[in-house]
């Protein structure tokens, strides 16, 4: 089955770091790239940024709400992807998706078809 | 940022009955392949959400034939033929021609 799986959520103080991961199974993890979108509560979705794939150099674009902050990785060995997030803010909370696209522009996926369940950042005193 | 404009933001339907949502983009999502960038997704409630047409109109693997989409110029539409009790959510249009990419704010669809 083909999957994603988020975690490395949870609580964290203004200021503060987390990591996310995002655990790939089911298909040729090395081939995609990554990308990761949030959701506040009870609004709507945000694309954060992303981690293409090698062939394209495994670079990486990211919203300018996080830039200088979060950074994005991946270990194709181990078909796992990376969210670091420094420096947090209270507008950072909220659930946090890692996906894979159908195809892609210049290692960019469009057609998101594989989302994981989620995982929770709260950011709070 | 490409900005989306969804239109309406909510929707309250009779099961059986068609639907339509729209959405617009502040500028062409068309590339020089002939292809418009602009997918649909669905959020049912406590769940992430699914992709229902991509390119405009492709329709993603599993979603029943009574979705589909449609283009003309920057505005895009999304159908529902007879909606059924399961299509309740929220639905989001999302451009995917460039970064970041951007959402419209989302149409929630209940039942009547």
């Known amino acids: 089955e083909v999957q994603l799986v988020e975690s490395g959520g949870g609580l964290a103080q203004p200021g503060r770091s987390l990591k996310l991961s995002c655990q790939a199974s089911?298909?040729?993890?090395?081939?995609?790239?990554v990308t990761w979108f949030r959701q506040a509560p009870g609004k709507g979705l945000e694309w954060v940024g992303l981690?293409?794939?090698?062939?394209?150099?495994?670079?990486?674009e990211d919203a300018a709400s996080v830039r200088g902050r979060f950074i994005f990785s991946r270990d194709d060995s181990e078909n796992i992807a990376y969210l670091q997030m420094n420096n947090l803010k209270v507008d950072d909370t909220g659930v946090y998706y890692c996906t894979r696209g159908i195809g892609a522009i210049f290692g960019v996926p469009y057609g998101l078809d594989v989302w994981g369940q989620g995982t929770t950042v709260t950011v709070s005193s | 940022d490409i900005l989306m404009t969804q239109s309406p933001l909510s929707l309250s339907v009779i099961p059986g009955e068609p639907a339509s949502i729209s959405c617009r983009s502040s500028?062409?999502?068309?590339?020089?392949?002939?292809?418009?960038?602009l997918d649909w997704y669905l959020q049912r409630p406590g769940q992430s959400p699914q992709l229902l047409i991509y390119l405009g109109f492709g329709r993603a693997s599993g979603v029943p034939d009574r979705f589909s989409g449609s283009v003309s110029g920057t505005n895009f539409t999304l159908k529902i033929s007879r909606v059924e009790a399961e299509d309740i959510g929220v639905y989001y249009c999302m451009q995917a021609l460039q970064t970041p990419r951007t959402f419209g704010q989302g149409t929630k669809v209940e039942i009547k």
């Open positions: 500028q062409s999502l068309l590339f020089n392949n002939g292809n418009n960038y």
């Open positions: 089911g298909f040729i993890f090395r081939d995609y790239t």
């Open positions: 981690i293409k794939s090698k062939p394209f150099g495994e670079t990486t």
